[in-house]
């Protein structure tokens, strides 16, 4: 399913439920590892830096890249190690990491961001609309609503930027200016999927059936992430 889904007047976390479904990602790395499925060829050689989620660092998205290595792409990691959100000089770096990219392979990058990695990588590239062509973001709270994820109070219990902070909303604005491609669940059982389906700004939303852990090994929806930063940036 494509298009802008409204999102709810009020944001609530997944339930437990949906929590508890997060292991389904045991299946997903079980087919991902016994199937092996060669990807279709989509690119040639457009570079792509691969964002991970909060928590987490590039040994996450390692399915992910290898995908889209396969599938042609100039797989690029963001190098900048666990992922602890937009503090200190995270975003001047990943900004520094985007330009160098497009400076080296003289082209525009496309961003793939995974959970939060899909708001920042967003935000950066509505500063970056001439080294950036495409963002594509996985599972990812676009509307930073303080409420949308599990992941929040551990967020804020290690030091991040609480989500209604004027500095996460200047983030968002930002974000607003470049346009995205946000890939979604309903199975989702850490960001609520409204948070996603329903993002400000020009949005394309696209439903997959995974898990949050799922949107970076599901084997199915690698292919959707690969068609998605295969478009025409135009």
């Known amino acids: ?46 570079p792509v830096l691969v964002v ?15 995908h889209l290595d396969a599938a042609g792409f100039d797989v690029h990691t963001w190098n900048l190690g666990i992922n602890r959100g937009p503090r200190g000089d995270v ?9 160098s990219i497009a400076r080296r392979t003289r082209r525009r990058v496309r961003i793939v961001g995974w959970s939060l990695g899909g708001l920042m990588a967003r935000a950066v590239a509505g500063r970056l609309p001439q080294h950036v062509a495409r963002v594509v973001a996985l599972g990812s ?11 929040s109070r551990l967020y804020a219990w290690l030091g991040g930027t ?9 983030l ?6 470049a346009p995205v491609t946000s890939i979604y669940s309903r199975s989702d059982g850490v960001v609520a999927w409204e948070a996603s389906a329903g993002a ?18 599901n084997p199915d929806v690698l292919e959707v992430v690969a068609r998605e930063v ?3 940036p135009d």
Do not use: Q, Y
């Open 141 to 151: 709270p676009l509307t930073a609503d303080p409420d949308a994820s599990h992941l």
């Open 200 to 217: 400000p700004g020009e949005c394309r939303a696209v439903e997959v059936d995974a898990t949050h852990l799922g949107l970076v090994a």
């Open 1 to 46: 399913m494509t298009g802008n889904v409204p999102p709810a007047a009020k944001i609530a976390p997944p339930s437990l439920w949906k929590a508890a479904g997060e292991l389904r990602v045991l299946l997903d790395l079980g087919r991902a590892t016994v199937i092996r499925r060669r990807p279709r060829r989509r690119a040639r050689g457009e």
């Open 91 to 99: 975003m001047r770096r990943l900004s520094c990491r985007i330009r």
């Open 172 to 177: 968002v604005r930002a974000s607003h200016r």
């Open 52 to 66: 991970p989620g909060f928590a987490t660092s590039d040994a996450a998205t390692a399915l992910l890249r290898d």
């Open 230 to 232: 295969a478009r025409d």
């Open 162 to 170: 609480p989500s209604d902070s004027r500095s996460v909303r200047a």
